[in-house]
């Protein structure tokens, strides 16, 4: 065992750390650290500089176009990248189906859209929960039904992220209605522009637009969209959610925002002193933190097993990174005191956040303490997760 | 001791409910919310009929004389129903302190309106960063200068009550929003109601602007904000139980895996913790009343802090039980969520 970093590997650091100093958008980095509201540009303006430099895809096979990165750099390029204030990549094309592709797609497939997710060409997003299957999604009822060289789908799926920016979904259908429910779902790969595709949005309770509900209504698309074998959808879907739940730890990004609430926490006053100087809320602070250092080992350690899909391990960095991000967001609330109450949805962009009466760090907290409730509800809940653990891993 | 409502308290709980259940509509309360006004001018005089507004106001000047335990059902029934109107820092928080600080004279000329629902108060008490106000002499009259932050609906008030250290101690002052020298800024809270960031500029005030004369203020605005904290502990109750109720109702009746969640043992003692955090922050809402009729100013404070805490606990748990429909802003539960995890920064303005 050497738990350091050897020279190859902080090279490496330094050249990520170079490159996003200097070639992330400053307009960008000052929406992430300032908590202002990305626009669908923002995102696609910093994945397209990655994509020309080969690093959008940097942790994929070099098969792939990839770089092939190990475990260990593709941490460190999160790390560097979050720590300088760019935005989190949009996981749907990059972390979620490609894997799926990767592993089961047809080399039609790994051609025409692989790369097109590698070059930023596409935005994908994830069609699963519907309204009557969240955590039982096996009992999703949109239908496929097969017509010569077509599937016709028709149903509805929910909940989809930035679904109004994509022009790609992969779904979970279903194809029969005959077998266990598992075994009648398909993965499919959907154009987003299709005819009878209607996008309606779901404003949350910080009044945003981020997430929509997405209608089919006799979509047709081509046989050559199914992923892998008509029926086997479930095996790939839970491939996938592995994936994802990695991802979802987000420990680059809580380290910085623990760095920016220590820094506000020395500016905001409590009783005429600095935040930080409150033991009770100095403690609050030091306790995430030792959180967030022990969930980073464990990251490492989960990521040093791969070549296996990621296995239950995964779900405990999506409870220990979600219950981090969310008792951060807490913190950033509480420390803003009485201007943590002052909202208005205009004030989430650079030139808004002036307007806020309070210190314009103060405005988008209270919205941000709300949005972050749904870490806990999405990429499979965490009573979800802990049922996972308790099955898989503990035997119970 | 008893805990049970008298007949006349019971009534007004009910007609309360019947004037939230049939008037004051979740989409109701939205228009309302989204209006420039940030009130509802009906629901208010609606308020004032049913003699809501007069409850807690002398009966010397057309009130109900009604004390901590008289108001616990009411502000009980306004959290229930969400409430966005300026009840609080009108009738409890700025009557509350005109019928204690001021003259006789001063009582007379503004509590009145309130309980008919012509005036509307707010309590400006929170200094501002920097520029604390400060009131000077000025002939016979007073020169208010600084900011306040943060005032509970102070852009709807028709009087803002400005706190401020002057001469003798701590003063109280009226002061009419439109005079000359005043800026409010008005802004939506992220809970559905009203606050407002207050400056002053060489506002001119006549003598009799001060509540009280010249005299200290300071034992009667304790014991004003001591019975507003007990009033909101009453309030955050009331929300505390509705979302408890649409909580268990959609556990009860949202199916998966065959089943409803609410089969789900894990659940079943979340539900069960929220429960007993309702309990339990409704006894605090009992003691804070009392204390507050005792002056005990150190147990209202705790009270605040103990029901803050359990209302944004129930808070969380609520949107998480939920589901992805707990962050909707298209149903009730998200609007109770944010009201009651926002409540332990109002508690803090009082303390
Ligand atoms: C902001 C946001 C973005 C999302 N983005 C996407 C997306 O892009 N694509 C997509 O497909 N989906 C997305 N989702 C959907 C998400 O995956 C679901 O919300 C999630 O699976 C939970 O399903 P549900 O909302 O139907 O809640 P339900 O499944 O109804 O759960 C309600 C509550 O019951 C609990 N529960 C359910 N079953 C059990 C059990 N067996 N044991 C114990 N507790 C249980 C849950 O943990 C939860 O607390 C998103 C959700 C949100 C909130």
Redesign the pocket.
Known sequence: MDLNYTAEELAFRDEVRKFTKAKLPKDIQRKVLEHRRLEKDDMVRWQDILAKKGWLAGHWPKQFGGQGWSPVQIHIFDEETAALGAPRLVP?GLNMVAPVIMAFGSPWQQEHYLTRIRENKDWW?????EPG?????ASLKTRAVREGDHYVVNGQ???????QYADMIFCLVRTSTEARKQEGISFLLIDMHSPGITVRPII?LDEEH??NEVFFDNVRVPVQNLVGEEGKGWTYAKYLLGHERTGIAGVGASKRELATLKSIAKKQKRDGKPLIKDPLFAQRIADVELELQALEMTVMRVLANRGKAPGPEASILKIKGTEIQQAITELFMDAMGDYALPFDPEWNTLDGAGDAPGPAYAAPMAARYFNYR?VT????????QR?IIAQMVLGL | MNFSLTEEQQLLADSLARFFERDYTFEKRRAIQGSPEGYGRAAWAQLAEMGILALPLPAAHGGFGGGAGDLLPVMKALGAGLLVEPYLATAILGAGLVARAGTEAQAAAILPGVGEGKTLLAVAHRDADGAPVKATRDGAGWKLDGGKRVVLHGGQATTLVVVAAAEGGAGAFLVDPAAAGVTVRDYRTIDGLRGADIAFAGVRLPADARLGGDADAGAALRAAFDHAIAALCAEAVGVIEQLNTLTLDY?KT?Q??GQP?GR?Q??QHRAVDMFIAAEQAKSMAYLAAMRAEAGDSVAVAGAARYVAKQARQVAKDAI??????G?TNELPAAHYAKRATMLGFWFAQLV
């Not at chain 1, 509800?377 to 979800?384: C, D, H, K, L, R």
């Open positions: 749907f997003c994830q069609g699963y929960s299957a969240g955590s039982d999604l799926k929910t909940w989809t992220t930035l679904g949350t981020e997430v749904k509800i999405y990429g499979g809940s965490n009573e979800i049922n | 556990i949202r998966q895996f969640i789900f894990v659940l998480q039980l939920h589901g992805g429909m962050v």
